[in-house]
């Protein structure tokens, strides 16, 4: 591989490199307020025209800024006084701020509204622009998820059970019933095992063997659990947290024949492979 070596005179190539300095780091600008008193702390220092040694490195120290800086604005100072020393950029000088209105990302269609790549490219503006204005607050991220779409039936219905929620207390009031007495009652799935899972060996210790009749369909086994409203105590501690339990759509036979993996006769268990609706009651 060959390296194209840079040399000082190569930096007018790359402008952008002159505004963070040739060892990285963003340059910083000295008021003219600052320089003058840099200046006038040298002149107290020494006898003009001579900069007796270690004065420069003193003044440096004391204002934060490098020696080589400090150097340059002696130098100014002595070639042209207090008018060489200050800023000749014009005002309202520099790289402008890009302002991204509202309006243009509200009139970008919702499929280009997906990543800041594919916005930046539907504003026209570089990807880091339009991050920088996202972290000022000029826009937000919103994560959407799909709603049910609801008939009149049904939103009917929805508030005809909120309704039947109501409870009317012994002073004639009426209040949301506390829905202590009511479990919930919920499906999940498990895989047996992962497809892919990560564990931390010894050096000398042998890679586990994890096998399956087919990677496309992994075993999985359903759970039936229960659960209701945690209670609390008049201090809100915790005293119930509404696990009622967990348990697994499983039957328990006898062994039929032996095999490699448990004798004849033992007892073993296993998963419905169809769930019906009376089973699923008896359960």
Known sequence: ?????????????????????????????????????????????????LLHHGVVKEVAAKFG????????????GQAGGFDELKDKRKKNSGHKKIEISPDAIKNVDLQQSTTLKDLAGALGVKKSTLHNRFKEGCFRRHSNDIKFTLTDDNMKARVKYCLSMLRETSEGEKSFDPMYN??????????????????????????????????????????????????????????????????????????????????????????????????????
Request: aromatic letters at 14%; a positive charge.
């Open 1 to 49: 591989m060959n390296f194209v070596p840079c040399h000082l005179h190569d930096v007018s190539r790359h402008p952008h490199i002159l505004s963070i300095g040739l060892n990285g780091r963003k340059r910083r600008t000295y008021p003219n307020e600052e320089k003058f008193a840099i200046y006038d702390e040298l002149l107290a220092r020494t006898d003009p025209p």
């Open 65 to 76: 800024m490098p020696v080589r800086t400090c150097q340059k604005i002696w130098h100014k």
């Open 182 to 283: 009511i479990m919930y009652i919920d499906e999940k799935w498990f895989y047996r095992t992962w497809q892919n899972q990560k564990y931390y060996l010894a050096n000398d210790e042998q890679r586990p063997r994890r096998s399956v009749e087919s990677k496309n369909f992994t075993e999985k086994v359903m759970f039936l659990t229960v659960i209701t409203r945690p209670r609390f105590d008049s201090e809100g501690n915790c005293i119930f947290d509404g696990k009622l339990g967990i348990f697994p759509f499983t039957y328990v036979e006898l062994a039929q024949r032996n095999s490699r993996n448990r004798p004849r006769g033992i007892t073993c268990s296993h998963m419905y492979k169809i769930l019906l609706s009376l089973r699923y009651v008896n359960f």
